[in-house]
């Protein structure tokens, strides 16, 4: 059975930071190809970050230099470390993991895209 919890969620003043963390149980976690999304009320699922298997990274444009994302295999666990936050971070984050690679699009989770989704954590940035 596939779990993932998110955590790490919270208020905070703009040009805080906040770590999200992202406990995984139930698949090989090193293996995966894994995500953070986030969506704020009224707007759709947007793509935050993602780390492969390999170890590669991406950011959106919104967040590069402020968001960093990283792994613990040992943990079965994903970061996302969020530096500099902006009123416009506001959102609920979550984590997703099992690639699929299906058209995005709509409110998270968006199942097309990764099998797997966490509840969700919620940033509000005041």
């Known amino acids: 059975h596939v779990q993932l919890v998110e955590s790490g969620g919270g208020s905070v003043q703009a040009g805080g930071s906040l770590r999200l963390t992202c406990t995984a149980s139930?698949?090989?976690?090193?293996?995966?190809?894994m995500g953070w999304y986030r969506q704020a009320p009224g707007d759709e699922c947007e793509l935050v970050s993602t780390?492969?298997?390999?170890?590669?990274?991406y950011y959106a444009d919104s967040v590069k230099g402020r968001f960093t994302i990283s792994q613990d295999n040992a943990k079965s666990t994903m970061y996302l470390q969020m530096n500099s936050l902006k009123s416009e971070d506001t959102a609920l984050y979550y984590c997703?993991?099992?690639?699929?690679?299906?058209?995005?699009?709509?409110?998270?989770?968006?199942?097309?895209?990764?099998?797997?989704w966490g509840q969700g954590t919620q940033v509000t940035v005041s």
């Open positions: 139930g698949f090989t976690f090193d293996d995966s190809d």
């Open positions: 780390i492969n298997s390999d170890g590669s990274t």
């Open positions: 997703a993991s099992g690639f699929r690679g299906g058209e995005a699009g709509g409110g998270c989770p968006m199942w097309g895209v990764y099998s797997y």
